[in-house]
Structure formats: structure tokens, C-alpha cells
């Protein structure tokens, strides 16, 4: 089943600055997708992430605020922009197992605990 | 406007108890409902659900879904102290092969020795 690494695991920064988040799965994924957990808060999408072409935004995120890269099919990463206490959150990357790789669904990175001061 | 609801949102029960947790969604074009587990930052996944009336088991846990009247419990018998978590249903939406997850509330299980 496809594993994916998260980093960091957890920082506290200062508001104004920005935070990249990096995601590496084991296998080839055709999309990737990041979601913000705000505190007592379910998750929400943010974008997903195509190899080779512009993430796609849901409402409400904007590429300036959250800029992601993809540069191959096994990684991709989240930019946290200037940022506020609002964006106080856990940050998680997730991919869609088919199947046949084991645990058929979405997997789930390890979380970024993000907490801005 | 797809959604998922679920119920309640919190629940505290002692060791031994047995829980039932509702799920209930309107999403275009279903193709199956997911269960998770989160206890620290990561969900980890526990069933997928795409036929009525089938229920999946693993170990103390169960579910089954309703397509008819759109909605799936997940059981939990016997609890434990390491059952309280947080529970999450997922309905995959948007069109078919796109992998994005609308989530429900959650469901935050805490189960007292």
C-alpha cells in the first residue's frame, strides 16, 4: 500500500513569515491533495496537486496564500504564505490508493502541525 | 450543495459500552462512503463502503451502508480506552476519478475506564 512521508512534523512560526511542507510517496500517484484542519474543525480541501499542470484550488484558497508544487509524481509540496494566526492548523497531504495496493481508499501523510505566533 | 452530517458530535462512554456512529450524506454521483480514525494528526482509514446492506467487520468494528436512505452507521463493540479518537466519514465527490473527500464533522469518542 503507498506510503507517503510528511515533513515537518510539526513548527511554530512567526506571523508575516511562510512554511513549505513537503509530501514523498513510495509509488507513482497521478494526483495529490492537500487538506487544512483548523482546530475542532473537520478536514477541508485545499487543492490538488497534477504533475505537470497548475494545482486546482477549491473555494475559498487562493494560489498566493497557498502555492504548491509538483514537480514529479512521487512528491509534491504546500507553501503556507505570510502567515496569520487564522492559519494555525494541521496540514495534511493525502493520495488515492487503487485497487490491488493493499489499503484500497485515500491514505493520509503524517500531519503537519502548523502554529503561528 | 454536497454534504456530509454526522452524529453526534461527541460521545462519552465507558469501557465495555457499545457505540453507534451515524453518517448521513447528499452527494452527486456517489460511488462509496469511507470511515476513518483519527487519534493524533493522520486519519487512518478503517472501511470502505460502496454497496447497500453489506457490512464490513474488522475485529470490534462494523459497518454498513444505506444507499436507499443515504446514510451508513459505524458500530464499535466492546470499547476500549484506545478506541477514543475522533471518527470521520468521507464521501468522495466532484466528478468520477478526481480523489477529493468531503468530510463530515467528526465524531469525537472518548471512552472512560
Known amino acids: 500500500s503507498a506510503v507517503i512521508s510528511q515533513k515537518p512534523s510539526r513548527d511554530i512560526c512567526q506571523r508575516g513569515t511562510s512554511l513549505t511542507i513537503q509530501c514523498q510517496v513510495d509509488s507513482q500517484v497521478t494526483m495529490m491533495f492537500w487538506y487544512r484542519q483548523q482546530p475542532g474543525q473537520s478536514l477541508t480541501l485545499i487543492a490538488t496537486a497534477n504533475q505537470g499542470s497548475e494545482a486546482t484550488y477549491e473555494s475559498g484558497f487562493v494560489i498566493d496564500k497557498f502555492p504548491i508544487s509538483r514537480p514529479n509524481l512521487t512528491f509534491s509540496t504546500l507553501t503556507v504564505s505570510n502567515m496569520s494566526p487564522e492559519d494555525s492548523s494541521i496540514y495534511l497531504c493525502?493520495?488515492?490508493?487503487?485497487?490491488?495496493?493493499?489499503?484500497?481508499?485515500?491514505?493520509f501523510g503524517s500531519g503537519t502541525r502548523l502554529t503561528v505566533v | 450543495e454536497d454534504k456530509v452530517v454526522q452524529s453526534p458530535l461527541s460521545l462519552v462512554v465507558h469501557e465495555g459500552d457499545t457505540v453507534t456512529l451515524n453518517c448521513s450524506y447528499e452527494v452527486t454521483n456517489f460511488r462509496s462512503l469511507l470511515w476513518y480514525k483519527q487519534e493524533k494528526k493522520a486519519p487512518t482509514f478503517l472501511f470502505m463502503l460502496t454497496s447497500s446492506g453489506i457490512e464490513k467487520k474488522s475485529g470490534r468494528l462494523s459497518s454498513i451502508l444505506d444507499k436507499k436512505e443515504l446514510f451508513s452507521i459505524l458500530n464499535i463493540t466492546a470499547t476500549q480506552t484506545g478506541d477514543s479518537a475522533i471518527y470521520l466519514c468521507a464521501v468522495p465527490w466532484g466528478s468520477s476519478n478526481t480523489g477529493k473527500l468531503i468530510f463530515g464533522q467528526g465524531t469525537t469518542l472518548q471512552v472512560k475506564p
Open positions: 493525502s493520495v488515492e490508493v487503487a485497487p490491488g495496493q493493499g489499503n484500497y481508499g485515500y491514505t
